[in-house]
């Protein structure tokens, strides 16, 4: 995960013993999570997370499933969220991304979706982005399903940024 302020640069170098629990929320010395860490540390920074993978790192997505390639632990507040999903080349049925706040569902959050048909020959790209509100610290997770009738690898982004 890199957080990162509005410049690109790395705002959470300055947080020390930083921790991950096994829910995957970023926590500083004090138990704190990492947003609200670092929007004390400079009130007027939005913040910025983002989860990756590369076409290197891609996750092997097998047909007809509904399959989580990333995810980011936010926050209480007002979220801006955003990313993409890309497949490697196939030219057979449709690809699907959305973001959902649970690992066991299938239904996306506040419709944040998106359906498109393969593209033989190239890669298929599936952007994004909606704004959610939290109650609570939650993990968001971008699910993606495909059904070229054999595993697809997948890649792609997942950012978010707190508004409130």
Do not use: C
């Not at 092997?60 to 993409?84: C, E, F, K, N, Y």
């Not at 506040?110 to 704004?131: H, P």
């Not at 054999?150 to 950012?159: I, M």
């Amino acid at each position: 995960m890199y957080i990162q302020d509005h410049t690109g640069k790395d705002i959470a170098a300055n947080i020390s013993n930083l921790s991950v629990d096994t829910s995957g929320l970023m926590t500083d010395a004090t138990g704190q999570d990492i947003v609200t860490a670092i929007q004390a540390l400079a009130p007027s920074t939005p913040v910025y997370l983002t989860d990756r993978k590369t076409s290197g790192q891609g996750v092997s997505v097998p047909d007809s499933t509904h399959t989580i390639i990333l995810q980011l632990t936010l926050a209480a507040g007002l979220w801006l969220i955003s990313g993409t999903a890309s497949y490697n080349s196939n030219a057979t049925g449709y690809r699907q991304a959305y973001v959902t706040d649970s690992p066991d569902s299938t239904t996306a959050i506040n419709t944040i979706t998106e359906i498109e048909n393969a593209v033989s020959g190239t890669i298929t790209s599936l952007s994004f982005s909606g704004v959610v509100e939290l109650a609570s610290s939650t993990t968001l997770y971008v699910k993606v399903r495909q059904n070229s009738g054999s595993n697809l690898n997948t890649f792609g982004v997942f950012n978010a940024v707190k508004i409130a």
